[in-house]
T-cell receptor, first 107, second 116 residues
């Protein structure tokens, strides 16, 4: 069993839709990260969370430490949001990664 | 302040050759992490280094793989006698603070290794 589970694995949305990606983890963590990876590209860190909620533009990330769960929301989705979104948790020296959610936003 | 720089971006090696992947952390960061992303799989931790020290190499294959982060210069991930199964994207990340600290990690663009 993976330490980090994401859902859904794949997601297709129409432009403008509200999108939610979920992440559950099973280990004690010092922080949770949401990352974005474009095809053939590098990885960009979107958020780092240890509690509560953060907002950046159309992106919102929340975390519930007691339930070991985090969500990434995208409001008013746009085709340029198409990417793989990866949840990663930091525990001790290491990061554990989810397998990613592949998002495609159709114009 | 440049981000995490990895080079080369793409590397092709024949079976049996050596691959050297370089990672220059963000300025002021002394903690470096290497990850491997196999095709169709998620990222997996390989090794965590501080300047001149390997802190955690629990994710490194026991043979052919080594990593260093010298006092001067970039961190190097070295793969000797590469095999086709080593073909993957290798990502480096750096952070200002280290173990157990609530600190953001910044990722490089990755090196895509292809073994032919």
């Amino acid at each position: 069993k993976n330490e980090v589970e994401q859902s859904p694995q794949n997601l297709t949305a129409q432009e403008g839709e509200f999108i939610t990606i979920n992440c559950s983890y099973s280990v004690g963590i010092s922080a949770l990260h949401w990352l974005q990876q474009h095809p053939g590209g590098g990885i960009v860190s979107l958020f780092m969370l240890s509690s509560g909620k953060k907002k950046h533009g159309r992106l919102i990330a929340t975390i519930n430490i007691q339930e070991k769960h985090s969500s990434l929301h995208i409001t008013a989705s746009h085709p340029r949001d198409s990417a793989v979104y990866i949840c990663a948790v930091r525990t001790g020296n290491q990061f554990y990664f989810g397998t990613g959610t592949s998002l495609t936003v159709i114009p | 302040n440049a981000g995490v720089m990895q080079n080369p971006r793409h590397l092709v090696r024949r079976r049996g050759q050596e691959a050297r992947l370089r990672c220059s952390p963000m300025k002021g960061h002394s903690h470096v992490y290497w990850y491997r992303q196999l095709p169709e799989e998620g990222l997996k931790f390989m090794v965590y280094l501080q300047k001149e020290n390997i802190i955690d190499e629990s994710g490194m294959p026991k043979e052919r793989f080594s990593a260093e982060f010298p006092k001067e210069g970039p961190s190097i991930l070295r793969i000797q006698q590469v095999v086709r199964g080593d073909s993957a994207a290798y990502f480096c990340a750096s952070s200002l603070l280290g173990q157990g600290m609530n600190t953001e990690a910044f990722f490089g663009q990755g090196t895509r290794l292809t073994v032919v």
